[in-house]
C-alpha cells in the first residue's frame, strides 16, 4: 500500500521557520514525482512545491519561490519541505501526495495530477 505520513507543522511567528516531513512507505520517493500541497480555511489546495522522480527537479509555486525549499533522503525515504521567512499568509494545512504520472524530470503542481495524500500537518504563522 503506497502511503505517505506529513509531520513538522507547528506554530510559529512571522519571519519564521519550519521544516516539514513527508515519510513513504510501501514505495521509493525516487520512483515517483512527490508533491507539496496546501489548503487554507475556505480556499482551493494549491500546490506549493514538487520535485520529480529521476532527476529530483525542483518546481515552486511563485508565492514561496526563494523561501522554500523541496528536497529529499533517499537513505529514510522522506521527502522535507524546508520553509523559511514564513508569512501570515503561508498559514494553511500542509499535504504531500503522490504523483499519478512518471514526473521523470519534470513535475507538476497540479493537485488533480496527484493521489495518495496524506492527513496533512497544520502551519500556524501569527505574533
Known amino acids: 500500500q503506497l502511503q505517505v505520513v506529513e509531520s513538522g507543522g507547528g506554530l510559529v511567528q512571522p519571519g519564521g521557520s519550519l521544516r516539514l516531513s513527508c515519510a513513504a512507505s510501501?514505495?521509493?520517493?525516487?520512483?515517483?514525482?512527490i508533491g507539496w500541497f496546501r489548503q487554507a480555511p475556505g480556499k482551493e489546495r494549491e500546490g506549493v512545491a514538487c520535485?520529480?522522480?529521476?532527476?529530483?527537479?525542483?518546481d515552486y509555486a511563485d508565492s514561496v519561490k526563494g523561501r522554500f525549499t523541496i528536497s529529499r533522503d533517499m537513505a529514510k525515504n522522506t521527502v522535507y519541505l524546508q520553509m523559511d521567512n514564513l508569512k501570515p499568509s503561508d498559514t494553511a494545512v500542509y499535504y504531500c501526495?503522490?504523483?499519478?504520472?512518471?514526473?521523470?524530470?519534470?513535475?507538476?503542481?497540479?493537485?488533480?495530477?496527484?493521489?495518495?495524500w496524506g492527513q496533512g500537518t497544520q502551519v500556524a504563522v501569527f505574533s
Open positions: 501526495a503522490l504523483g499519478q504520472s512518471l514526473m521523470l524530470t519534470q513535475c507538476v503542481l497540479r493537485p488533480n495530477e496527484y493521489n495518495s
Open positions: 510501501g514505495f521509493t520517493v525516487a520512483h515517483y514525482g
Open positions: 520535485i520529480s522522480s529521476v532527476d529530483a527537479n525542483p
